[in-house]
């Protein structure tokens, strides 16, 4: 729905090639997904390489030359779907384990591509054709094993989505959400104030707006620090935040990590 004074800004146009177009029966009509559609921000559409086949059977995979298990996605009604909607402008992504890692510096990078065509694979993959010749870039959203590309393409759309603006309720939230500041989010909580005997830090009621600020700051490092020290190599850290972290962490190392929940 739109209302007077929205921004009408060139949308994120996404078409999807799938041979499952059923799959997408839901998830993109929820949350921040369905809002940036509704206001024109975020078009989706789906392509069937299964409507560009010619033979009576509607064939999209053959067997692997060379042999071995499994079926192999023919090029030509991939090719084909693709050519239908691409343009000078277009992105084409193929969704593989094969690909580089999906993470939010990509969705920022696609939020500001004005078409992007997310290929789906299914059984052992598509024919190297399609790598060769037809695509971009390969996308992967992590080492695990997905029976097709679809839930792939569903994971890299909620998460442009929610980044286009006025998708989210609270911009706020997408500006200070954890991967925004390079680091893992600090703990929430809301009312009650006790629950089951877990009660709720005190400095979140002090009132004092910096010493809540540095808290969560100080929460959010920690938590970066013991589950993901991988992330805190790239973050950007202030002097008074290492020397938090030397501090806390340096303590925690000689009494065996007590304060890890
Ligand atoms: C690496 C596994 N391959 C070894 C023969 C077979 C294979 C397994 C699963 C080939 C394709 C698939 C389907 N997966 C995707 O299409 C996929 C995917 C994934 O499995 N994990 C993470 N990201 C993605 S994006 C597309």
């Known amino acids: 729905m739109s209302a007077p004074g929205d921004a009408v800004k060139t949308p994120v146009k996404v078409h999807i090639v799938t041979i499952f ?38 064939t999209v995979d053959d067997y692997p030359f060379g042999g071995g298990a499994g079926m192999v996605m023919k090029p030509e009604p991939i090719f084909l779907a693709v050519e239908s909607v691409r343009t000078p402008a277009s992105r084409v992504i193929l969704l593989s384990p094969q690909g580089e890692r999906f993470n939010q510096d990509t969705a920022h990078r696609f939020k500001q591509l004005p078409h992007l065509i997310l290929i789906c694979g299914r059984y052992k993959g598509v024919d190297e054709r399609v790598r060769t010749m037809l695509i971009d870039e390969e996308v992967s959203i992590g080492d695990y ?30 500006a200070t959400d954890s991967f925004a500041q390079g680091l893992l989010d600090a703990p929430v909580y809301t009312r009650p104030r006790e629950f089951r005997g877990a009660t709720v830090p005190e400095v979140l009621f002090s009132g004092n707006h910096a010493a809540v600020a540095t808290w969560r700051r ?28 030397q501090k806390t962490l340096g303590k925690e190392a000689s009494n065996g990590s007590q304060n890890e929940k």
């Open 21 to 58: 177009p059923e799959f997408f029966n839901g998830p993109f009509d929820c949350g921040p997904t369905r809002i940036a559609r509704e206001k024109g921000l975020l078009e989706i559409n789906l392509v069937n390489p299964r409507d560009f086949t010619t033979d009576a059977h509607r």
């Open 145 to 174: 094993v997905l029976a097709g590309g679809e839930a792939a393409a569903v994971v890299i759309v909620e998460a442009i989505a929610r980044l286009l603006p006025g998708a989210v309720g609270d911009e706020d939230s997408v």
């Open 218 to 245: 100080q929460q959010a490092l920690l938590a970066t620090a013991r589950r993901r020290p991988d992330l805190l190599q790239k973050a950007t850290l202030t002097p008074l935040d290492r020397e938090f972290l």
